[in-house]
């Protein structure tokens, strides 16, 4: 939907501008995996041309949907037009995103772009799951090595 949104305000406005969005942010929706999988789609959406995606996971709350801190959303949102459209920054201005899997016998190797410092809070991943071709989750001992989850 949000691609079709996306495309038919360029097409009525005859310009291909800019289109930033926030990825919705961690809270307790009331199904399993329901924002995950919105989250997916949204990160999908970034196939679109001159699209850009601010993550928020790290900065939510799952009891409140909207995230306090509005200070650090502006300043994402600042860093990707000032980066992407303007050409002022020359920062990062994205957070790891999924770009693929490699299975080398019992073990998953996830590939990400944007991972340069990719890092977790503690001594290891928590709550991993893994599924396979048949969308069954799993949980899954995980770890970071270099730009990878392992």
């Known amino acids: 939907m949000l691609t079709g949104l996306i495309n038919g305000w360029r097409s009525k406005w005859e310009y ?4 930033y969005f926030a990825q919705i942010a961690p809270y307790k929706y009331g199904k399993p995996f329901e924002g995950v999988i919105v989250r997916d789609e949204q990160r999908r959406v970034l196939k679109v041309p ?7 996971s790290d900065i939510g ?5 909207h995230p306090k801190n509005k200070q ?9 037009a000032l980066n992407r459209h ?3 920054s020359k920062i990062e201005d994205s ?7 490699i299975i080398d016998k019992n073990k998953a190797i996830i590939l990400f772009e944007h991972a340069e410092g990719l890092q977790v809070k503690g001594d290891k991943l928590t709550c991993f799951e893994i599924a396979g071709a048949d969308n069954v989750y799993h949980p899954a001992d995980a770890k ?7």
Request: proline share 5%; net charge negative.
């Open 16 to 19: 291909e501008f800019p289109f």
């Open 50 to 56: 001159n699209t850009g995606m601010i993550v928020l």
């Open 61 to 65: 709350d799952t009891i409140d949907i």
């Open 72 to 80: 650090d959303v502006g300043l994402r949102f600042a860093n990707l």
């Open 86 to 88: 303007y050409n002022i």
């Open 95 to 101: 957070g790891p995103l999924y770009a693929g899997i």
């Open 144 to 150: 970071i090595k270099d730009q990878t989850v392992l």
